[in-house]
């Protein structure tokens, strides 16, 4: 039994604890949050009674093995770093911290405190993401790879009637690079590893953030295209190509249907169901982990966390996104 902590009392959260709760291993035994009252009402829901809102306590408390962290993205790096340091395993959000120098800090604390340390990014341990990559060699080789997620954020539409939401600050380290964007960027990490060159282009809205953008990143023999957006809509797919064929997926941010579509129109549905809520199969990874006695993931790995990070320093570079985090 890992006896779990949780930081963040929001939606991501709840389904996180719905998810989890499949998992026998998984025992949900404290909350924190900055205020007694959000924080009971949110324990009370899930049926635990420890709350802190005082994170030295919380960081050091004797009753968590492991903490899941959704806090806002600028938290992250210091957060789980203090949590690393009274050894505790941590499972933190996407995207893992508000820069690569940060994500850096955190894998030589995850690796001095002797505990894992995992980016809570759901889709690359799907049913769907497996089958993609089951099926990759059928296509021969690969000569493009498209990633597509753009969703219209209701945040957006108090943004333009003058109320800045956290979605849209900066100084929580966000954007549409950061929220939507990271989805498209990681799986290509974990298929095809780091790129040779980056190139952005997109909208910086007034407060500074990112509203959508497009990135083409090259390979030896191969490029990948990502556009991502938090101000426009796209029904569009996401696609793997190669020279027989091509593997199409209906959302990148959780693949479920998912399409082998031969040179010539011959298909086959390689879909493959989700049997469990998707954040599951993430913490189950996570669990087994910490059963195994490993320190980091083969497929959310250390290097992978770094690599995608650091294409998106690149991309905000380009871009001229910058976060108060990135001059500490």
Request: charged content about 25%.
């Amino acid at each position: 039994m890992i006896r779990f902590g949780v930081i963040g009392t929001n939606w991501i959260t709840d389904a996180f604890l719905k998810a989890a709760g499949d998992l026998e291993e998984f025992k949900l035994n404290a909350v924190y949050s900055r205020t007694e009252e959000k924080g009971r009402e949110f324990a009370e829901k899930h049926g635990v009674s420890t709350v802190y809102t005082d994170y030295d306590e919380f960081a050091s408390s004797d009753l968590i093995d492991a903490v899941y962290v959704a806090s806002p993205n600028s938290f992250h790096a210091r957060q789980v770093i203090e949590l690393m340091n009274h050894g505790k395993h941590v499972l933190c959000e996407k995207p893992l911290a508000s820069n690569a120098h940060e994500i850096k800090e955190m894998i030589e604390s995850a690796k001095a405190n002797n505990v894992v340390m995992m980016e809570a990014m759901k889709s690359t341990f799907l049913p769907g993401f497996k089958a993609i990559r089951e099926h990759l060699s059928e296509i021969e080789t690969i000569r493009r790879y498209v990633g597509n997620y753009c969703q219209y954020s209701s945040r957006y539409d108090a943004y333009k009637e003058g109320m800045i939401l956290n979605a849209f600050k900066p100084e929580f380290s966000n954007g549409a690079l950061m929220d939507l964007g990271t989805y498209c960027i990681y799986p290509l990490v974990v298929l095809f590893g780091r790129p040779k060159s980056v190139k952005a282009s997109g909208i910086k809205l007034e407060t500074g953030v990112d509203g959508e953008g497009s990135i083409l990143l090259t390979y030896d023999t191969m490029e990948a295209v990502v556009t991502y957006s938090k101000i426009t809509d796209s029904s569009l797919p996401s696609e793997i190509q190669g020279e027989k064929g091509s593997i199409v997926i209906d959302r990148i941010h959780t693949p479920e249907k998912v399409e082998l579509r031969y040179r010539g129109g011959e298909s086959r549905n390689i879909s493959a169901s989700l049997e469990h809520e998707p954040m599951y199969y993430e913490t189950k990874e996570f669990i087994s982990l910490i059963q195994q006695g490993k320190l980091e993931s083969d497929i959310n790995s250390h290097d992978n966390s770094l690599a995608v990070m650091e294409i998106m320093d690149e991309v905000r570079s380009q871009l001229g996104v910058v976060y108060p985090n990135d001059r500490k």
